[in-house]
């Protein structure tokens, strides 16, 4: 018996919005043993599971999480050659900054991403015309059924915001991805870390872009500034005057809130251009 189980805990500690109920059952996973310990435990019950990294993607229910949460700190990052290898709760952007800082480019785009190198991959999180999936050469992933498997770069398929991993049911382990030689690496991944403090609301709380960017339109965050909503308020998230696809929780707000916010976002700019935007965040509900 390895894990620590616990039932006190609350998903808007774990959450970049700051939102979010009492969790049934969580344990911390530091290590491959641990992570098959608690897939035995989750097989034996009937209960939900959600695999969680830094939360920075995910709306929480106010009412928690009626089951498993498993929280990813598999933290190493090893350099080998032009490859890195990374455990699925290692920081993305430490990632990033890490591999740029020693010339290697492919994952300059990470720093600034507060992410978990699983919910990278899990995600394919971009920016600036870079995917994970470009880099990415394997993951190791445990299945819910207990079976651990390595998966190729070329046996995945990926698109925007898409990994096969959002139709699976199991833990990325790790991942390793192949870098190039970028004598410039560093200087392009401060250049684009400086835009991104410049253009997002970083020191609020959120999740990021709300909406994925529509096909063959403007992005989400033109046309909900196009609709006048930039500032608009329910409860305590407000839509960020410094970029509109991000809401950002100022004052207590919940889950309700976010999701009201969400809809009404989407009524008035389908009404007003004729796009439906689609959320890019998980709502996770109580049971799953
Ligand atoms: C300020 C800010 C800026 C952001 N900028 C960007 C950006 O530029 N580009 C971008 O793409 N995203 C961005 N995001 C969104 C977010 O960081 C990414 O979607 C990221 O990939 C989520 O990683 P996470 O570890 O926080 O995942 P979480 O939010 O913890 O989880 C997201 C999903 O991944 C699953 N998951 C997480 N870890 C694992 C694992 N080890 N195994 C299996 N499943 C797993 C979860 O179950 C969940 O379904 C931003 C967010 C914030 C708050």
């Keep these: 018996m390895l894990l620590n189980w616990q039932s006190h805990r609350h998903l808007s500690e774990f959450s970049t919005f700051g939102i979010g109920g009492q969790i ?4 911390t996973i530091t290590t491959e043993e641990e992570a098959i310990e608690a897939f035995a435990h989750i097989r034996k019950t009937s209960f939900p599971f959600f695999i969680l ?22 933290d190493s990052i090893s350099f080998s050659e ?9 920081s ?42 470009t880099s990415l050469a394997k993951v190791v992933y445990l299945e819910r059924s207990g079976r651990l498997v390595e998966w190729e770069k070329k046996d ?20 390793s991805f192949e870098l190039v030689r970028r004598d410039d690496a560093r200087t392009w991944q401060k250049t684009l870390l400086e835009q991104r403090i410049r253009t997002q609301p970083l020191k609020e709380k959120s999740a990021g872009c ?33 970029h509109a696809n991000f809401l950002v929780n100022r004052r207590g707000g919940t889950s309700r809130d976010v999701l009201d916010l969400i809809a009404m976002i989407q009524e008035r700019v389908y009404r007003e251009t004729g796009v439906f935007l689609e959320p890019e965040i998980k709502i996770v509900t109580p049971h799953g």
């Design 210 to 242: 709300v909406f994925r960017n529509p096909k063959d339109s403007l992005g989400a965050g033109a046309l909900i500034d196009q609709c006048g909503l930039k500032g608009t308020c329910v409860g305590g998230v407000a839509v960020s005057e410094i």
């Design 82 to 90: 032009n490859f890195v290898h990374a455990g699925g709760g290692a």
């Design 92 to 133: 993305f952007s430490l990632l990033g900054m890490q591999t740029a800082r020693r010339g290697w480019g492919g994952l300059e785009f990470a720093s600034g991403i507060p992410a978990s190198v699983g919910g990278a991959v899990f995600m394919n999180a971009g920016a600036h015309a870079q995917e994970t999936s």
């Design 24 to 27: 049934r059952f969580f344990a």
């Design 156 to 175: 995945l398929a990926f698109s925007y915001r898409v990994s096969p991993f959002q139709k699976m049911e199991g833990m990325i382990l790790s991942a």
């Design 53 to 74: 990294g830094k939360g920075s993607n995910c709306l929480f229910d106010d009412a928690g999480f009626d089951g498993v949460v498993l929280l990813n700190r598999m």
